[in-house]
């Protein structure tokens, strides 16, 4: 059994109302509390608390001292008064998640009542924003920009709303005395905040829903409140402490723009915009591999199509042999051709999009590794089997057994050969998240690309760790954010 008490400014502003539960002023409140063998205690604090240090202030915080349960907490009151010398007060400002942003108008005011709203078309809303600032009364006010729709957020004045008489304020508090409110302030407050970037309209996604629904919670569990956006939420990016995008990167594509932002506003970001660019062109990739002697199956470059062009490609290299557009995902953009004509059809195809093609050796193998690599050590294993058939992982052109099948397993039985490779080939991008494709074909093994932003799927990457390989990606966060200072 739990006592409420309910604290007010004077009991003669406050009406006379069928409450469970006891009503008094912040004087009686003072002097009569706590009591002996008091049993667990609530206080609802309906006394004036726009101004620091005021009555009200102090009943939230002599709550708090006695270890009675309180709305609102000291907390709360300092996210939204802001007292300079002339005592002018400053009203907190919220950013809606889009789902909730759609829902509103621009210029829109409303009273929200222990998360009621006095509109109904505002109710989610009002929950929204008595989840983030828990308080007996709150003004709102909404202002719609093109990106964005942001909320002001004041305190109001209990005894002005009450003495309107309006039955949704009585039912309101009526309906809250009948909650348990007790585990909401038992709550740890995160220490940072972290936007997920991701799209829910992309046909192959780096991670799945389930998979990003892990990301949160281990967010959670190292003090990181994670949020899921989308990339037409750049303005809001200031609001964060760290990115982590899980969409499909490109350079002209708004995950590198939306990358190179939160770096320049300090941000903690995997992937970084150095990394996208790097791993999203397999041309840099290739003369980077080449520089610091990764082993690579044989490889080059063509510029034109001619006859004479792809005479020599076809003696350096041999048939089948593979060509590359330089920037591609998820096998397009890579083509194998079998013979000197179909070669200079390719090649002239993809000399349209592209000023140079990368051209590779065929290296047949059964699976290809990927071996995830996070600030220079492994911390996840793969092997994707070719989809039947076909010489790729993914068979794009097929409408049945598009990809193949997949073996996950504990990087200490990876052979160690593999797991050098791929340190070495994602130390040459730098300290992010990298999944590294390497073959491996008659005791040699080939590099074949490092890709940042890999893929990780729930019950595929996470099969042998489960939700531990998430908690190792959040922990580095934590640990950047916490070697950062903020």
Known sequence: MITT???????????????????????????DYPKLSERKTRVINLCNTNKYLSKGYYCSLLAEARHHKVLPSVNTINDLIIESTEQSLEVASLTLPKALSDSVKDSAVCDLVFGTANDDAMQAVAKHVF???????????VSKQVNATSLKVRLGNWDEIISQGQAFVVKA?????????????????????????????EATPPSDKKALKHFVQAAKKVGINAQLIDS??????????????????AINHPTYHLARKAEREGLVVIDDANSILKCCNKVFLQDAFSYHKVPVPKSGFAYDSSDKTCTSLGQEFGF?????????????????VKDETELKVRLAELLHQSALVLVQEYVFTE?????????????YACRYFMARGHWQIYNHA?????????????TFEVPKSVLDAAIKASGIIGKGLYGVDIKQSNGKVYVI????NPSIESKVEDKYLGKELYMIIMQEFANRLEARGR
């Open 367 to 379: 699976f290809d590794w990927r071996i995830g690599v996070l600030n220079g050590k492994p911390i």
């Open 232 to 249: 037409s939420q750049p303005a809001n990016i200031t609001h964060f402490d760290a990115l982590f995008i899980r969409e499909t990167t």
């Open 449 to 452: 690309e490092v890709n940042d």
């Open 5 to 31: 008490l309910i604290v007010v400014d004077s009991l003669n502003d406050f009406p006379a109302l069928e409450l469970d539960a006891t009503v008094l002023d912040f004087e009686s409140y003072l002097a």
């Open 398 to 410: 097929s409408s049945k057994n598009t990809s193949g099948g997949f073996e996950t397993l504990p």
């Open 131 to 141: 989840d983030r600032f828990p308080a007996p009364y709150l003004q709102i006010s």
């Open 173 to 201: 508090l009526q309906d809250y005395l009948q909650k348990n409110w007790v585990k909401r302030f038992s709550k740890k407050s995160a220490r940072w905040d972290m936007a997920i970037l991701c799209n829910e309209n």
């Open 320 to 336: 089948p042999m593979v060509l590359k557009l330089p920037e591609s995902s998820f096998s397009l953009g890579v083509f194998k």
